[in-house]
């Protein structure tokens, strides 16, 4: 069943939540809603499960009008943030909670409990209580207890932030794993860039209320229409060099100048250029693409690849180079940065808008 | 200056939880020292068994060679930042940072000076502050910690997972700051965390703990590239080391057995490791970087696999390959147009990269 939202508007006091959102969430796909705190992810979910109205706006499960729609109406599974299990039960009478409150029948309440226990690596657990588990086990009950309602939408909210690393390693494969399996409608909202990337399909940038961008999860990262997506949707951060355009469609700047395909050139023609950390790399005389220079500020190894910070012109300004991690420059060394012009996007300093990309 | 000895210390809760087991510990001074282990390992109880928030039920504590065991936290001159930072609310962040100092005999001018001093050390821009610590988020809260740690000018710094309730871009932010503070204070810094991205990147030494133990204390690239355990081999990297049951079989070479496929190696130790074992079977290791993965077959990549999802996570795709019916293992390279999920795929394993386990997880060597 799909999901859509038609400028919602949602306001706490003074201070808009939500500042008139339009989304689509469509039919049995993995839609990540990614936003730093405080962009309004948590109050967009909870209007989708029916716990918030809007002030404004409307909302549609499954082709219905269910803006005013009280939650058990609109087959919606909601996973919050912060879970509650029920500390006199045990594993196995959380999980089941929801089906007795629906008034299941004894033996398919064993039945259902079991399949998502098994599924979510829990049914060992069962018979413990919410106390005896590690905090990891604990959310999994949780999302057991949420998966077990059997609805067509499933709503997460950041169900991974406070887990241990490699918990929510583990845990982003059994997302997928469970996406794959049952092919319900996932709306999942996360702060984690690499979880957004690793989950979904579709995206969803949201920030001060505001969606900024949407669309195909990998599309989005490798040409994102707003400089805010690019900044800030991708780990390790994205390069941003400011310079300007001169003599129609060349970017110069005090690193390098480089020719560029753009769509539209901003009144003032100051603009950002910006690249991905994975595409620039530390190069050699055969290079040929835009080269500059600069020195080795820090190199951080954090795990499989390093990365390292280099300073750049005039002011010392920082490029981040995601490399592998057997790459080890020494500090302060003197080194030669290259990237492939296609891979520069380009964006205005006013208004962080699309102008376009390197290369002709 | 302080080096710190832990001399099989152990912490019992309640007479029957061991949260800490006969561990024996050396961290020398001005290092950086991270514990790291998954929730429940006891890394958290050993620090706070440094810093005299714990007794321990036996062994002692050691400070530059002092035996400190009866000694509380206020008598050991540590600083300690916590996950949940501690900051008086009703106090501007100035009166915050400044509280350590009160009391010691300091004039005011002295006091300005050093606080003048960890503003700067920890970018805290200056507007802010006179504004009540109530007010401020939660990155520039956990800075604030930080400032009252250091403006005391401990021996010793503990860090219990200072970044784990922070947001993505506090997170890194704090990361470069503490990474940076550690080479610029020189004293010993001891950080607890569950994150290997952060243990890699601040320690001089990491401590691996599971179970109570020290599972393995070394520099964090020999950790890293040379697990003890397949538990440490897992613990560390993103994602972790692949792991597969392996038969070795001997012909006029020798072949490692993966399910239904097998491959030459030349390891010349591996045979006589396992004939030491007595055993054929053992456990192959290898990291999903180092897994060499190509559409077709060649030289070095000859084990037939499918590639079952396509893991996009930015600047690297995560290939996620199945061999036989039951073996899956991850392959962590550049995004590539050649490899899509469905497909046929060829992987191979490089000897150098390749780390041999006895069929319980313990690394085999001569």
């Known amino acids: 069943m799909e999901v859509l939202l038609k400028a919602v508007r949602k306001k706490f006091g003074v201070i808009p939540a939500l500042d008139g959102v339009d989304a689509e969430f469509p039919h049995q796909t993995f839609t990540c809603i990614y936003g730093p705190p405080g962009a309004g992810k948590s109050t967009l979910l909870r209007i989708i499960a029916g716990l918030e ?5 409307e909302v549609f499960v499954g082709g219905k ?8 109406e609109r087959n919606v599974s909601y996973i919050a943030q912060e879970f509650a299990l029920y500390p006199h039960m045990s594993v196995f009478q959380n999980i089941a909670y929801p089906l007795r409150l629906r008034k299941y029948p004894e033996a398919a309440i064993r039945e259902k409990v079991l399949q998502v226990a098994r599924f979510l690596k829990i049914d060992k657990l069962l018979d413990r ?5 590690s905090g990891g086990e604990q959310q999994r009950v949780a999302i057991a207890r949420g998966l077990v309602k059997e609805s067509s939408i499933y709503v997460f909210d950041e169900p991974l932030t406070n887990l241990d690393y490699k918990i929510r390693e583990d845990m982003r494969g059994e997302f997928r794993r469970f996406q794959r399996e049952f092919g319900q409608t996932i709306i999942y909202a996360t702060g984690d860039p690499v979880e957004a990337l690793s989950l979904s399909e579709r995206i969803i940038i949201l920030n001060g209320g505001k969606v900024v961008e949407s669309g195909d999860t990998r599309q989005v990262y490798r040409q994102p229409v707003n400089l805010f997506t690019m900044m800030h949707f991708g780990f390790p951060q994205a390069n941003v060099v400011p310079g300007e355009i001169i003599s129609g469609d060349i970017f110069s700047c005090s690193l390098f100048s480089v020719k560029c395909a753009l769509v539209g050139i901003p009144r003032d023609k100051k603009v950002v250029c910006t690249f991905r950390p994975e595409d620039v790399a530390l190069v050699g005389e055969d290079f040929r693409g835009v080269v500059f220079v600069g020195r080795v500020f820090v190199v951080d190894v954090i795990g499989s690849e390093s990365v390292v910070y280099v300073r750049v012109g005039e002011n010392g300004e920082i490029i981040r180079i995601l490399a592998e991690r057997n790459c080890r420059p020494g500090l302060d060394e003197n080194v030669k940065m290259g990237i492939q012009p296609e891979k520069m996007l380009f964006y205005s300093s006013l208004d962080g808008s699309f102008v376009g990309k390197g290369g002709s | 200056m302080a080096r710190i000895e832990l001399q099989r210390v152990t912490k019992v809760f309640n007479r029957t939880v ?4 006969e561990l024996n510990m050396v961290i020398d001074d001005k290092k950086v020292v991270c514990l790291l282990g998954p929730s429940g390992c006891g890394k958290t109880t050993t620090m706070r068994i440094i810093a005299g928030l714990e007794e321990p039920t036996r062994g002692r504590v050691l400070f530059d060679g002092e035996d400190v065991t009866p000694l509380r936290a206020s008598e050991r001159d540590v600083a300690m930042v916590f996950q949940f930072p501690t900051v008086y609310p009703h106090l501007s962040l100035y009166e915050n940072l400044a509280l350590p100092l009160c009391g010691k005999g300091l004039d005011s001018a002295t006091i300005r000076k050093r606080v003048e001093l960890v503003v700067e050390q920890l970018k805290i821009p200056g507007n802010v502050l006179q504004r009540k610590a109530s007010s401020i988020d939660p990155g520039l809260r956990q800075k604030i910690a930080i400032g009252r740690a250091i403006i005391r000018k401990p021996k010793v710094f503990l860090f219990d997972e200072p970044l784990t309730n922070l947001d993505a871009t506090a997170r890194a932010e704090l990361m470069g700051l503490i990474k940076h503070l550690s080479r610029e204070v020189g004293q010993t810094f001891v950080y607890v965390t569950h994150d290997q ?13 599971k179970d109570g133990q020290l599972v393995q204390y070394d520099d964090p690239d020999i950790v890293y ?4 355990s397949t538990f440490v081999g897992w613990f560390l990297g993103n994602p972790g080391m692949n792991f597969l049951r392996a038969k070795v079989e001997e012909e006029k070479q020798m072949y490692l057995r993966i399910g239904p496929e097998r491959f030459e190696i030349t390891l010349p130790a591996l045979q006589y490791l396992l004939r030491k074992q007595c055993t054929s079977e053992c456990v192959v290791g290898i990291r999903p970087e180092y897994v060499l993965v190509s559409p077709t077959r060649r030289e070095g990549c000859s084990i037939e696999g499918s590639c079952i999802f396509v893991e996009f996570i930015g600047g690297r795709e995560i290939f996620h390959i199945r061999i036989g019916e039951e073996i899956e293992i991850r392959a962590k390279a550049f995004p590539r147009e050649d490899i899509q999920e469905g497909q046929r795929v060829f992987v191979g394993f490089p000897d150098d990269k390749i780390r041999i386990f006895s069929l319980d997880g313990i690394v085999l060597r001569d």
Not at chain 1, 53 to 57: A, F, Q, R, W
């Open chain 1, 53 to 57: 109205v809007p002030d404004s706006g």
């Open chain 2, 18 to 21: 061991e949260a800490v087991k």
């Open chain 1, 65 to 72: 009008d269910m803006t005013f729609a009280p939650p058990k």
């Open chain 1, 129 to 133: 209580r919410p106390v005896q588990l």
């Open chain 2, 197 to 209: 991205s952060e243990a890699m990147s601040l320690a001089d030494k990491i401590a691996v703990m």
């Open chain 2, 225 to 228: 590239e040379f697990p003890e």
